[in-house]
Structure formats: C-alpha cells, structure tokens
C-alpha cells in the first residue's frame, strides 16, 4: 500500500469515528428499552409513545413547519428586496447595510433574541409598555405567540439571506432588462419577468436552506415558545432530557429520529436545485457592465428600508444596554435614569464562572475549527487528488451531518460518550468532538472548493524534482488554498462561539461555554448580570470578526 491509501484509510477512520457513533447510538436508543428489568432489550415502545400521543406529535409537526416556512418566507422575502435595493438600484446606504449584514455574524442568536424580549415583551417589553396609552393597555406586538416567532426569527435571518441574494443579483447580465424596456415592458413589467426569473434558482436555494437551519432552530422556541406554550419539535426534545428528573433518551430519541426525517426531506430539493450550477449561470463570456435603476423621488424610501438591516441589530443590542445598567429590568425614565451605574458589569466579571465560560469558549472553538478544518483538508486531498476507487465515500461520511439538527447532535453526542470507553464526559473536550462532528460538512466544502483551484500539475512538479507529499502539501498545497481554509476556519470559529443546542445538552458545572452561561443567567433572572456580560461578549466576537477581516484582506485571504 502507497502511502496515499494509508491517509485515506486513516481519514476514513477519523470521518467514521466523528460520524457513525453517534448517528448508531441515536437509532440504538430508540429502539430499546431503558429502565426495568427489561433494560437493553430491544422494543418499540418509544414509537408507540408517539404513536399513542399522535395528537401530540401532530401539533409539534403543525408547529414547526409553520415556523419554519413563515421564517424562511419572511426572511426570504425581506432580504431579496434590500439585496436588489443594493445591488440593482441607487438607494443610499448601501455601504450601511452590507457592514451592518457582516457583523450581525458577531453576535450570538441568544444574545439577540433576548434583547426582543426586552423590547417586545407583552407585559414589561419597552416598545410595548411606551405604546400602551396609544393601544388601550394592550400590548402592540405579543411576541410570546407563534407570529412573534416567525418575525424574530425572520429578524435573526435577514442579513444571511440579503448576503446570498446580492450575489445573483451582483451578477445578472443588466442588457436582458435593458431589451425589456425598449420593448415597452414597465419597471414593474420588467422585475416579473426578467429579473425574478433570473434570481429565482438562487431564491429557492436560499429558502429551502432557511427553512432547514428554522426547522432546527433552539434559541427562539426556547426562549419564546415554552413560556408561549408552544411546543416544537427541538424544544420537545429538549423537554425530555431536561425537563424531568430522570432524562428520557429513548423517546428523546425517537422524537429526533422525526426531525431527522424531516430535515432529510428538505434538503433531497436544495441538493436538486444546486446539483446543476449551469442553471445559475448569469455571466457569460460577453462583457458587460452593471447598470443601477434609477428609483428618483423614490430613493429616500429605498434608502430607509436599507437602513432597517441595521437597524435590527441595534434595537435589541439597544436594549440590553439600558438594562445593564439598572439594578432590575424597568422602563426609560427620570426615576431610572438616576439609577444607572456600571455595578452590573463589574458583577458580572467578579464571577469567576462567567470568566471561566469565556476561557471554555475560546478554548473549545478554537481546537474544534482547527481540528475540522485539517480533518477535512486532508479528506479533500484524497477525494480530488487520489486514485482510490472508493474515495467517494470521504465526501459522503463528511455530509451525513448534514441531516443531524443542533439539539439531536447533542442527544447523539451524549449517548455516545456515555456508552464509549473515552473519558470526554463532563468535560470541555466532548463540545470539541461535538462540534467537529456537527461542522465537518461546512469544513469540507469550504477545504474542497480551494483545492480545486489549483491545478495538480503544481504538485507533480514538486515530485519530480524529488520534493515527498508532505514537503509539495507544506510549501505548495497548504498555501495556495490558505485563502479557503482560513475562510472555513473563521466560519467555524465564529458559529460554534453562539451556538446553544448542543452545549445545552453536553455541559457540566465548571465546563459551560458563553451561549449556556447566558441561558443559567436568564434562567435565574439576573438579567443586569446578563445584559453587561452579553454586551461585551457581542463587542468581543464583532470585534474579532472584524480583525480577522481585516487580516483577510491585509494577506490576500479573501473571506
């Protein structure tokens, strides 16, 4: 055996280890029995649980694809408009919308969502209470409902859609709009018939893929929907292995089998949809240069509704720090105002827990990014490079992840480390395994597409001039796809720093990371505590996001 089959039968084993265990143990744990006598045996009780409670289920189904379409829908159709206010017309503040768009990546989905609270609350929510002489003393907008979910997670999505939606739009060849209005068309005309139909592969990408990530969303059922009384399926799963005494994995388990199933479904048309990229061709061999439309009278309109991008990430930032700095939560005002002092974020810096969490954080994404990302540049290397026959099967072990939601991730991970031998369990280091596992695909594609851009002749160079692989991958391979390996580092580091579903479930005391000390400080209701520490964890994280940025465009590593 070459030594290109001793690194594809490693990386097979690595792939395997992160991938089958827990996609094995959540299937195991529901299919046999957990307590009693009968204990290990296998049964089908947990699915005649379901089964028994089919009304149930069926409300937990009805919950989640509302949510999950009126998210993606909403947000959908929000973000394409501001992308063709950006892109196709001469609406001010483009610039605004497109930095406020990047460092919404900065700010965990937890931190965001309880500042709505804050804001929109029903009966202490700012915006509501201020409204309340004009509106009878009912609330303006009850965000505890399901329409209250659907906008604040609406909310949380606009910025990722109006970054994917600028790209066709950047894109499209303006002569075909131009051939309309000689014809008569009307701009109206135009827009339904041209340039919608151009954008509408991309469109109905980026909905399918924002249907998806809302159907696994946590933050938002959490926070608003148990306290609401309406159930979905993440929270459901949540219930059974938090909610009660003893942890019910096996239904746990079967309820996430469905979700699964699910998210499965929705993904068999976004693989249909981008498996031919010819169809999103728009820029062909003949040049052409971007035409902007110009709205007029009207540019002011459109110049305010790009400003709402960042206007939805100062709002809810806006309110945490008016609670920061009062000792409780309670209303602008002159009786408040004489209240305000800094005693919050000395308080919450004093506990060692929060410090210890930020610490975790750091420590936990930074060796899962780097882990992935050189777990799955290899992997890439094999598939493209190599002449394996069954290399294939890298790509394929890498994606399975794809189909596992962040709280079934959890459930997967836990039962995993609880059966395995590894000693990871209540430690740091099993968030690190957790997250490499859920993160491989976003690894491989990102370590994918920059070696395909170099050509292996570059390689077959090195050897002929008697260079082994690892001197032609160290001074050749690894820094001519630095440019996408560190893009997919920063990706990973930054998305597993706010994410909440799978630490949740895989913590222990003195092992919490910053997303779960935020939610035990809620959950307490220190929410001064709270609001002081989330305040400058967002300025932490935009702020490194920003140095890396910027590192990106100093050394040619276009992000």
Not at 72 to 99: D, H, K, M
Not at 198 to 225: D, K, Y
Not at 228 to 245: K, P
Not at 443 to 461: C, D, Q, T, V
């Amino acid at each position: 055996m070459d030594s290109s089959r001793w690194l594809f039968g490693l990386i097979a084993l690595a792939l395997a280890y992160l991938v089958v265990p827990p996609l094995f143990f959540i299937f195991y744990t529901s299919l046999v029995s957990e307590r009693g006598a009968t204990a290990g045996a296998f049964t089908l009780e947990h699915f005649f649980y379901l089964a028994g409670s089919l009304s149930e289920v069926r409300t937990l189904l009805w919950n989640s694809l509302i949510f999950a379409v009126g998210s993606a829908a909403f947000a959908l159709g929000a973000g394409t408009l501001l992308a063709w206010l950006a892109e196709r017309t001469n609406a001010p503040f483009r610039s605004v919308a497109y930095i406020s768009a990047y460092l919404a990546f900065g700010v965990p989905g937890i931190i965001k969502v309880i500042g709505w609270i804050l804001l929109l609350g029903p009966k202490a929510g700012i915006l509501n209470t201020a409204l309340a002489p004009l509106t009878g003393g009912m609330p303006f907008f009850n965000l505890f409902s399901l329409p209250g979910m659907i906008v604040v997670e609406g909310f949380l999505w606009m910025p990722v859609v109006f970054l994917l939606m600028a790209t066709p739009f950047r894109s499209m060849d303006p002569s075909l709009e131009e051939a309309a209005v000689v014809s008569g068309s009307s701009g109206w005309q135009v827009f339904k018939r041209v340039t919608l139909p151009l954008a509408l592969p991309s469109a109905l990408a980026v909905l399918i893929l924002t249907f998806v990530r809302s159907l696994e969303a946590f933050e938002i059922p959490a926070l608003i929907g148990i306290p609401a009384g309406i159930d979905l399926f993440t929270t459901e799963i949540y219930t059974q292995i938090r909610g009660g005494f003893l942890p019910k994995y096996g239904p746990a388990s079967a309820y996430s089998i469905l979700l699964m199933a699910l998210v499965a479904v929705a993904l068999i048309p976004y693989y249909g949809l981008t498996r031919h990229t010819y169809k999103f061709a728009t820029v062909t061999g003949k040049g052409f240069r971007p035409r902007r439309i110009d709205l007029g009278s009207w540019s002011w309109l459109g110049g305010s509704l790009l400003l709402l991008l960042p206007l939805l990430q100062v709002l809810p930032l806006s309110a945490l720090a008016w609670a920061s700095l009062l000792p409780f939560v309670r209303q602008p005002s002159r009786e408040a105002l004489a209240l305000v002092s800094t005693n919050n974020y000395v308080t919450a810096f004093d506990d060692t827990t929060i410090v210890t969490s930020v610490l975790n954080s750091l420590t936990v994404s930074s060796t899962a990014a780097t882990a992935t990302v050189f777990v799955t540049f290899v992997a890439s290397w094999v598939v493209i490079r190599t002449r394996i026959r069954s290399r294939w099967l890298l790509d394929q072990l890498a994606m399975v992840p794809l189909v596992f939601p962040g709280i079934v991730m959890g459930v997967a991970v836990l039962k995993t480390y609880l059966a395995l031998p590894l000693p990871v369990y209540g430690t740091i280091w099993i968030l690190v395994f957790a997250f490499m596992a859920r993160y491989l695909p976003f690894g491989m594609r990102f370590s994918y597409a920059g070696l395909l851009g170099i050509h292996r002749e570059l390689e077959e160079s090195a050897e002929v001039c008697g260079a082994t692989w690892a001197q032609a991958a160290r001074r050749i391979v690894i820094p001519l796809t630095l440019p996408a390996l560190f893009a997919g580092w920063i990706y990973i580091f930054l998305i597993t720093v706010r994410e909440l579903s799978v630490a949740l479930l895989l913590y222990s005391p003195g092992s919490q990371v910053i997303s779960v000390k935020i939610w035990e400080l809620w959950e307490n209701g220190h929410v001064g505590e709270l609001a002081a520490f989330s305040l400058a964890i967002s300025c932490g994280t935009v702020l490194l996001s920003v140095v890396f940025q910027r590192l990106a465009q100093r050394y040619g590593l276009h992000v």
